[in-house]
């Protein structure tokens, strides 16, 4: 009997052990709440790229009358037209295209993930076109001297600074047919960019328009 009650003692004590062992029921795992699933954030959705787009118009509208009515803009629109037309000369009239086209595509580029790329391919449109200015016009400064090439900027002589500059280095480089060569290429490609159109786009186009020529002929053909 003392042999039997030790057993069952032992056995019980083994299936303590074995229900301590045991996990803990899941009942709190299915009371918790479950978390929602994360909602995607569009970015044009934020109130910075909300206002920008008033904000590039403005700017735009501001810009272009400085340039008109200096006279009615005070000393900083005095200021601001001094600083793009010794910048750019007469490129500087692409900053307010620029603002514009910018202010359009802000949400769709926003989206994108491609502001940045967009606005660095429109500044470099502006600084092709001033070299464009520079190489053609005459009567631009061959110098390195940037007060000589910013007093020439701003009365519209040259192509400003940075157009100056570059097209100065590049003459000397590769001479008058390489310059434009470069300069045209810089425009082309950027202005492309800048506009959302790639060269593989245009291909595309074209292929496409060869391709529906092709099949008009083959009906006329067959007709």
Same mark, same amino acid.
């Given at each position: 009997?003392?042999?039997?009650?030790?057993?069952?003692? #032992?056995?019980?004590?083994?299936?303590?052990? *074995?229900? /301590?062992? @045991?996990?803990?029921?899941?009942?709190?795992?299915?009371?918790?709440?479950?978390? +929602?699933?994360?909602?995607?954030?569009?970015?044009?959705?934020?109130?910075?790229?909300?206002?920008?787009?008033?904000?590039?118009v403005l700017a735009a *509208?501001? *810009? #272009?009358?400085?340039?008109?009515?200096?006279?009615?803009?005070?000393? =900083?629109?005095?200021?601001? @037209?001094?600083?793009?037309?010794?910048?750019?000369?007469?490129? /500087?009239?692409?900053?307010? &295209? &620029?603002?514009?086209?910018? +202010?359009?595509?802000?949400?769709?580029?926003?989206?994108? $993930?491609?502001?940045?790329? $967009?606005?660095?391919?429109? &500044?470099?449109?502006?600084?092709?076109?001033?070299?464009?200015?520079?190489?053609?016009?005459?009567?631009?400064?061959?110098?390195?001297?940037?007060?000589?090439?910013?007093?020439?900027?701003?009365?519209?002589?040259?192509?400003? *600074?940075?157009?100056?500059l570059i097209t100065n280095?590049?003459?000397?480089?590769?001479?008058?047919?390489?310059?434009?060569?470069?300069? =045209?290429?810089? &425009?082309?490609?950027?202005?492309?960019?800048?506009?959302?159109?790639?060269?593989?786009?245009?291909?595309?186009?074209?292929?496409?328009?060869?391709? @529906?020529? $092709?099949?008009?002929? $083959?009906?006329?053909?067959?007709?």
């Amino acid at each position: 009997m003392a042999t039997s009650s030790n057993k069952n003692k #032992s056995t019980a004590k083994t299936q303590k052990k *074995v229900q /301590a062992k @045991k996990p803990q029921s899941t009942g709190k795992r299915n009371n918790s709440p479950e978390k +929602a699933p994360e909602q995607l954030v569009i970015p044009s959705t934020r109130i910075i790229h909300q206002i920008m787009p008033a904000i590039l118009v403005l700017a735009a *509208v501001y *810009v #272009s009358i400085c340039f008109l009515l200096s006279g009615s803009t005070g000393i =900083f629109g005095a200021w601001l @037209k001094n600083l793009l037309y010794g910048l750019f000369s007469y490129a /500087a009239w692409l900053v307010p &295209v &620029v603002l514009v086209i910018r +202010a359009l595509m802000w949400k769709n580029d926003a989206d994108s $993930r491609c502001l940045g790329a $967009r606005i660095a391919f429109s &500044v470099l449109c502006v600084i092709g076109v001033a070299m464009l200015v520079d190489a053609f016009m005459t009567s631009a400064p061959d110098t390195f001297s940037l007060p000589e090439l910013y007093k020439a900027g701003k009365s519209l002589v040259g192509g400003g *600074v940075i157009g100056a500059l570059i097209t100065n280095a590049l003459m000397g480089l590769v001479g008058m047919a390489g310059t434009l060569i470069i300069t =045209f290429a810089l &425009v082309f490609v950027c202005g492309l960019f800048m506009m959302g159109i790639t060269p593989y786009m245009i291909w595309i186009r074209i292929r496409y328009a060869i391709k @529906k020529y $092709r099949e008009d002929q $083959r009906e006329r053909e067959e007709r």
